[in-house]
Every structure is written in C-alpha cells, then in structure tokens.
C-alpha cells in the first residue's frame, strides 16, 4: 500500500539560510499534519491543513510557514534557519471521511543546520 | 484534552506479552484512547484505539477499564522488532484538525 512520501529525506543548510521540506500523502486522504522532533525529544505539532485550508497550528515559529496544494501535498517553509531547528521533520496523512484519527506518517525529514 | 501517564520504561522478554499500562483519570465520555509507537527516528506508527470496549487488532489488544480511567496496551507476543516508544494518547475524533500530542510515553525494550 501506498504510504506517506517526504523529501528531501536528508538536508543540510547553514544558519540564516531557507529550506522547502516536501510531503505527499496517501491518495485519498484530505488532511495533511507536520511535526518537529528534537534530538531526544517527543514530536511536536507545528500545523496542519485540511481541504487545502490550514486547521489547526501548534508551536510554529513565525519563521516558519507551509501551505497544501490542489493535489494534496504539502510544503513547509522555513526561513533563516537557526541551528535549533535542526530536528526531524514528520509529515503524517489521515482522512477526515474515515471517522477516527488514524494519521500514517511519513519516513521524516532529518533537518542539520550547521 | 485529557492528560496521560505512562512508566518512562519497561523491559519484556522476546516471546512474551508485553503489558503497557496508561493512566488516563480525566478523560472525557466523548475522548478516544490511541496508541502508536515510535520506533527509534522512523515515524510514528499507528497501532490501536478505543473509546470504551476492547480492541483488538493484528498488532495488539487494548483493555480499557470499565470506568475509562486506565488502560493497557497488549503486544501479545512481543519480539526485538516491537523495541520502541509507546505513545498513548487521548483525543476527541473530530473534525478539527485531529493533531496529536505526544507526551513522555514508555520506552519498552524487548530482550532476548
């Protein structure tokens, strides 16, 4: 079965410098989540969209920003990177139609700012 | 939503059930118990969830008490591959967003 696409699956970008993270959900599925998780620590919901509309937002830095396109995947933005940022970046896919809130998650984004 | 509790760690031997318990006093009579895993930098993985009965499902069985306060997660034959994260969380199933919150969790290490 088909499963949550993110690319790049690694990246390295210096201080003060952007990045374009990348998700493609599951066919089907309508809501798109992003998550942050630090070394050592428990992912963090950053934000999320459902019918291409952002639904809910959770600890993202103004710095940051992402958007769902007409196909469905989504991008996260984020501009002058500063080294905590550097974590892995989870996108997950669920439908809302389904009735429960089974999300699938992607492989993550491992995000090094040097 | 509703707060959980979970041990920070348990140990299982490879072979045998591995219990997980999870402590969920205030939830709500509208509030689902979900469980999911993390296996050591992958993506979290969905396993089970319930709103009053058992559950069970190729992965594991999910106990929940009669008064909803608590729960176990049953891995029924754990093997070196369930090494991992476990994450209960509760949350109302809506519309809105559905994000989850992972807190703390239970780190269960299966040995041989």
């Known amino acids: 079965a088909a499963g949550v696409i993110q690319s790049p699956r690694h990246l390295i970008k210096e201080k003060r410098e952007t990045a374009t993270l990348k998700c493609y959900p599951i066919?089907?599925?309508?809501?798109v989540y992003w998550y942050q998780q630090g070394p050592g620590q428990d992912p963090q919901f950053l934000i999320s969209?459902?019918?291409?509309?952002?639904?809910d937002k959770g600890s993202i830095p103004d710095r940051f920003s992402a958007q769902q396109f007409s196909d469905y995947h989504s991008e996260l933005n984020m501009s002058s990177l500063e080294l905590g940022d550097s974590a892995l970046y989870f996108c997950?896919?669920?439908?809302?139609?389904?009735?429960?809130?089974?999300?699938?998650f992607g492989p993550g984004t491992r995000l090094t700012v040097t | 939503d509703a707060k959980t509790t979970q041990p920070p760690s348990m140990d299982c031997a490879e072979g045998r059930a591995a219990n997980l318990p999870c402590n969920h006093s205030?939830?709500?009579?509208?509030?689902?118990v979900y469980w999911y895993r993390q296996i050591h930098s992958q993506g979290p993985q969905y396993i089970i969830h319930?709103?009053?009965n058992n559950e069970t499902n190729e992965m594991a069985s999910l106990i929940i008490t009669e008064d909803r306060k608590s729960s176990t997660l049953i891995l029924p034959h754990a093997t070196l591959r369930d090494t991992a994260v476990y994450y209960c969380?509760?949350?109302?199933?809506?519309?809105?967003?559905?994000?989850?919150?992972f807190g703390g969790g239970t780190r269960l290490m299966v040995k041989p």
């Open positions: 997950a896919s669920s439908s809302q139609t389904s009735g429960s809130n089974k999300q699938y």
């Open positions: 066919p089907r599925h309508d809501t």
């Open positions: 969209f459902y019918e291409k509309m952002q639904s």
């Open positions: 205030t939830i709500s009579g509208n509030e689902y």
């Open positions: 319930g709103l009053k």
């Open positions: 969380i509760v949350r109302v199933d809506n519309n809105a967003g559905n994000m989850l919150t």
